[in-house]
């Protein structure tokens, strides 16, 4: 069944974004929204974080495909914690039928050579994993109806997928190189999107327009811009100028805290109220830079609401539904 | 309630045997800005600091004069130097802190060779723990300069607190240990003969290497690790060098986190690994919380009350704007109160480790003005 919105057609989702802005619940958020309609998702993240356990609230993930959730219209979400060294081992036993050798090069140190020195060989296997489920089919029909990574921040994302110029350095001829070709071209294609998820503050924004020149040097499709934790402004327009400006009415507030019930501290409490409310009306000011500093970005933007309480299994249910409303899905 | 000791940023810059503060975290949560902060502090009170960034925000960096990234500290303007003290701040450049490390250590034709190799030039840049290796390399170059009497080090941005102590010892031990010896056999004896002789296992999987990466690949690696091995005794000791430096006494670490789970989830990692590694830690650095009002002090109104006057004046009608106010103080409340019972929990589970608390700002810490009032809160001034 194809996807509806605007990602449709989309089969390789990859999110990423600055560290703190949520990168790990929008991409739990966004497999949930495309298990929709009875699909089939795989959740992965190749960090070595355990994020989407602690999201789930299962226990850690092994190097397996489980199901963590079950979507609307009997729908699924797999999630696989992607980890170099089993991929590494998986690889080499898919085409070299290894045995117990394997074992051997692990002990000798070979296995976390690769895995973890050898520059780019690392960023292969984890996006070759991934770039293998995209692919996986059984009976002509692909197996997962779309695949999201949790991919490492933004600030790496253009040089953790560009896996190609990574091994040019190193293998310029041989299986690996022929591995990375060929995930590369999937990666360009159509059927990836690179999300970025930012926050309405500066660094984050900066990083995410960073972000966008930086995947689109190398050719890499951007998807959409996800704005995460969005709090409504809470003063009507007028009074933001005013709070903004130092010029609300105090005796207006005295009175109205009266009128209210409150009449100890009141002056101290206005003092209070004033100077939030100007803090509050500045936070609005630069969201409202920072929107329009994303606009110029002319990619689709879905904002999320900030979740006060905590994410949990019911929190990404309805940030999914945040999703599919606002059309990313 | 676990009330927790608060940190005494003070003392601890002041006292002379503080030599080293690493600022430590996950993600996100205000390192570089605290690191600017505290060494902008320390110089103000009369240290000769020096501040090692890894990748401050651009208005921040152009702020402290750190328009190009040298490699090479250089003096912040406008610090109050009464006191007798100075800034010094630098970017580290990683790629140039290895090209040096070579330089300083090789013959110039050695060096040509090595810089050349296209190896060394993927390790050197490319490579998840070069990073924080050479943040650690660079420490221990400006500790050995003893140009300052304390150096602020910002940790790189790595996907974990915990891999700024473990990638230099992984990548010393690498490069050092002994799969590196086996791939150098050949290298060294001339010839495979030798390997097979040895182990056929060795020769076995040497092959499947060349298979995967490239014959090629692997001849460049060997010429890399033989250069390097002739230059210096080897990568691990220097990875071990930079350690020990780490848990002399002089250092002191600081975790930094922002009140949310994830951040004190990891800052929780990180405070029992320095334990477990006997290493100093000064304390948590609680960045960005709402509990402190804007211009000081706790407002006499808990934000159960605020919500319920709002709801008397949305009964009565009327006063609309102070229904907003009201209502905007029980939400930043509420905020304030999660962040505390959070910040609870990790004092619970760490009832040692001293605290230190920044105000949540609107706007992002552009100057030495921000610094000072970001200090000025750790400092319990606010």
Same mark, same amino acid.
């Given at each position: 069944?194809?996807?509806?919105?605007?990602?449709?057609?989309?089969?390789?989702?990859?999110?990423?974004?600055?560290?703190?802005?949520? =990168?790990?619940?929008? *991409?739990?958020?966004? $497999?949930?929204?495309?298990?929709? +309609?009875? %699909?089939? #998702? @795989? &959740? !992965?993240?190749?960090?070595?974080?355990?994020?989407?356990?602690?999201?789930?609230?299962?226990?850690?993930?092994?190097?397996?495909?489980?199901?963590?959730?079950?979507?609307?219209?009997?729908?699924?979400?797999?999630?696989?914690?992607?980890?170099?060294?089993?991929?590494?081992?998986?690889?080499?036993?898919?085409?070299?039928?290894?045995?117990?050798?394997?074992?051997?090069? =692990?002990?000798?140190? *070979?296995?976390?050579? $690769?895995?973890?020195?050898?520059? +780019?060989? %690392?960023? #292969? @296997? &984890? !996006?070759?994993?991934?770039?293998?489920?995209?692919?996986?089919?059984?009976?002509?029909?692909?197996?997962?109806?779309?695949?999201?990574?949790?991919?490492?921040?933004?600030?790496?994302?253009?040089?953790?997928?560009?896996?190609?110029?990574?091994?040019?350095?190193?293998?310029?001829?041989?299986?690996?190189?022929?591995?990375?070709?060929?995930?590369?071209?999937?990666?360009?294609?159509?059927?990836? *999107?690179?999300?970025?998820?930012?926050?309405?503050?500066?660094?984050?924004?900066?990083?995410?327009?960073?972000?966008?020149?930086?995947?689109?040097?190398?050719?890499?499709?951007?998807?959409?811009?996800?704005?995460?934790?969005?709090?409504?402004?809470?003063?009507?327009?007028?009074?933001?100028?005013?709070?903004?400006?130092?010029?609300?009415?105090?005796?207006?507030?005295?009175?109205?805290?009266?009128?209210?019930?409150?009449?100890?501290?009141?002056?101290?409490?206005?003092?209070?109220?004033?100077?939030?409310?100007?803090?509050?009306?500045?936070?609005?000011?630069?969201?409202?830079?920072?929107?329009?500093?994303?606009?110029?970005?002319?990619?689709?933007?879905?904002?999320?609401?900030?979740?006060?309480?905590?994410?949990?299994?019911?929190?990404?249910?309805?940030?999914?539904?945040?999703?599919?409303?606002?059309?990313?899905? | 309630?676990?009330?927790?000791?608060?940190?005494?940023?003070?003392?601890?810059?002041?006292?002379?045997?503080?030599?080293?503060?690493?600022?430590?975290?996950?993600?996100?949560?205000?390192?570089?800005?605290?690191?600017?902060?505290?060494?902008?502090?320390?110089?103000?009170?009369?240290?000769?600091?020096?501040?090692?960034?890894?990748?401050?925000?651009?208005?921040?960096?152009?702020?402290?004069?750190?328009?190009?990234?040298?490699?090479?500290?250089?003096?912040?303007?406008?610090?109050?130097?009464?006191?007798?003290?100075?800034?010094?701040?630098?970017?580290?450049?990683?790629?140039?802190?290895?090209?040096?490390?070579?330089?300083?250590?090789?013959?110039?034709?050695?060096?040509?060779?090595?810089?050349?190799?296209?190896?060394?030039?993927?390790?050197?840049?490319?490579?998840?723990?070069?990073?924080?290796?050479?943040?650690?390399?660079?420490?221990?170059?400006?500790?050995?300069?003893?140009?300052?009497?304390?150096?602020?080090?910002?940790?790189?941005?790595?996907?974990?607190?915990?891999?700024?102590?473990?990638?230099?010892?992984?990548?010393?031990?690498?490069?050092?240990?002994?799969?590196?010896?086996?791939?150098?056999?050949?290298?060294?004896?001339?010839?495979?003969?030798?390997?097979?002789?040895?182990?056929?296992?060795?020769?076995?999987?040497?092959?499947?290497?060349?298979?995967?990466?490239?014959?090629?690949?692997?001849?460049?690696?060997?010429?890399?690790?033989?250069?390097?091995?002739?230059?210096?005794?080897?990568?691990?000791?220097?990875?071990?060098?930079?350690?020990?430096?780490?848990?002399?006494?002089?250092?002191?670490?600081?975790?930094?986190?922002?009140?949310?789970?994830?951040?004190?989830?990891?800052?929780?990692?990180?405070?029992?690994?320095?334990?477990?590694?006997?290493?100093?830690?000064?304390?948590?650095?609680?960045?960005?919380?709402?509990?402190?009002?804007?211009?000081?002090?706790?407002?006499?109104?808990?934000?159960?009350?605020?919500?319920?006057?709002?709801?008397?004046?949305?009964?009565?009608?009327?006063?609309?704007?102070?229904?907003?106010?009201?209502?905007?103080?029980?939400?930043?409340?509420?905020?304030?109160?999660?962040?505390?019972?959070?910040?609870?929990?990790?004092?619970?589970?760490?009832?040692?480790?001293?605290?230190?608390?920044?105000?949540?700002?609107?706007?992002?810490?552009?100057?030495?003005?921000?610094?000072?009032?970001?200090?000025?809160?750790?400092?319990?001034?606010?």
């Amino acid at each position: 069944m194809a996807a509806r919105g605007a990602t449709g057609g989309v089969r390789l989702h990859i999110v990423t974004g600055k560290g703190g802005t949520g =990168k790990t619940t929008v *991409a739990a958020a966004l $497999a949930l929204a495309l298990s929709g +309609g009875g %699909r089939q #998702v @795989l &959740l !992965t993240e190749v960090e070595g974080r355990q994020g989407i356990a602690q999201l789930f609230d299962c226990p850690p993930l092994p190097y397996e495909e489980r199901k963590v959730a079950v979507g609307p219209d009997g729908g699924d979400v797999y999630a696989l914690a992607v980890d170099p060294e089993a991929a590494l081992l998986e690889y080499l036993e898919m085409y070299y039928r290894l045995g117990r050798a394997g074992k051997g090069l =692990k002990r000798l140190g *070979a296995v976390d050579f $690769a895995t973890t020195v050898a520059p +780019g060989l %690392r960023d #292969v @296997l &984890l !996006t070759g994993k991934v770039y293998e489920a995209v692919r996986r089919s059984a009976r002509g029909t692909p197996v997962y109806d779309a695949v999201v990574m949790d991919a490492p921040p933004t600030g790496r994302i253009a040089r953790f997928l560009n896996v190609n110029a990574e091994v040019a350095g190193l293998a310029r001829v041989g299986p690996i190189r022929g591995q990375a070709d060929s995930i590369m071209s999937v990666l360009r294609s159509p059927r990836t *999107a690179v999300h970025l998820v930012t926050v309405l503050e500066e660094m984050p924004v900066q990083e995410t327009i960073d972000g966008v020149a930086a995947l689109a040097a190398i050719d890499l499709p951007v998807g959409g811009v996800v704005v995460n934790m969005v709090r409504p402004p809470l003063l009507p327009r007028a009074a933001l100028t005013g709070a903004g400006r130092g010029t609300l009415d105090r005796a207006d507030v005295v009175a109205g805290l009266h009128a209210a019930g409150v009449t100890a501290h009141v002056e101290k409490i206005t003092d209070a109220l004033l100077a939030e409310a100007a803090e509050h009306a500045r936070r609005v000011k630069l969201e409202r830079r920072e929107r329009r500093a994303l606009a110029a970005l002319d990619r689709p933007t879905w904002e999320l609401p900030l979740v006060t309480d905590g994410i949990d299994l019911g929190a990404l249910y309805q940030l999914a539904s945040h999703l599919v409303e606002r059309g990313a899905v | 309630m676990n009330a927790s000791t608060r940190l005494s940023i003070d003392s601890l810059l002041d006292d002379p045997a503080t030599r080293i503060v690493v600022c430590c975290g996950a993600g996100g949560v205000g390192k570089t800005t605290t690191a600017a902060a505290i060494a902008l502090r320390a110089a103000e009170r009369g240290r000769r600091a020096v501040v090692l960034t890894i990748d401050p925000a651009r208005r921040l960096a152009q702020s402290m004069g750190l328009d190009e990234l040298d490699n090479t500290p250089r003096t912040v303007g406008g610090v109050d130097s009464a006191a007798g003290g100075r800034l010094d701040a630098m970017m580290l450049d990683m790629k140039r802190t290895f090209d040096e490390v070579v330089l300083a250590h090789a013959d110039p034709a050695r060096a040509r060779e090595i810089l050349a190799n296209p190896f060394y030039r993927s390790v050197s840049s490319g490579f998840a723990g070069t990073q924080e290796y050479m943040a650690m390399e660079k420490l221990g170059q400006l500790r050995a300069s003893d140009r300052w009497d304390l150096i602020v080090v910002d940790t790189p941005p790595s996907r974990s607190a915990l891999d700024f102590l473990d990638a230099p010892a992984r990548l010393g031990a690498f490069l050092d240990g002994r799969f590196i010896r086996v791939l150098m056999a050949p290298a060294r004896r001339g010839g495979r003969a030798y390997v097979r002789v040895v182990s056929a296992g060795v020769g076995v999987f040497t092959n499947i290497l060349a298979r995967i990466l490239g014959a090629q690949f692997l001849t460049e690696v060997q010429t890399f690790v033989a250069a390097l091995d002739t230059m210096f005794g080897g990568f691990r000791e220097r990875a071990d060098a930079t350690y020990q430096l780490l848990a002399a006494p002089g250092t002191a670490f600081l975790v930094v986190a922002a009140p949310e789970r994830d951040a004190l989830r990891e800052a929780s990692y990180f405070v029992e690994r320095l334990a477990a590694e006997r290493m100093p830690l000064a304390g948590l650095v609680l960045n960005r919380v709402h509990d402190i009002v804007p211009g000081g002090g706790r407002t006499p109104l808990s934000g159960d009350r605020a919500a319920a006057a709002a709801e008397a004046l949305a009964d009565s009608g009327g006063h609309r704007l102070v229904r907003a106010l009201l209502v905007l103080h029980a939400e930043r409340s509420a905020l304030a109160a999660r962040e505390r019972r959070l910040a609870e929990r990790f004092t619970a589970a760490h009832p040692k480790v001293a605290v230190g608390r920044v105000a949540a700002r609107p706007e992002d810490v552009h100057d030495l003005l921000d610094l000072r009032a970001v200090a000025s809160d750790l400092a319990g001034l606010s």
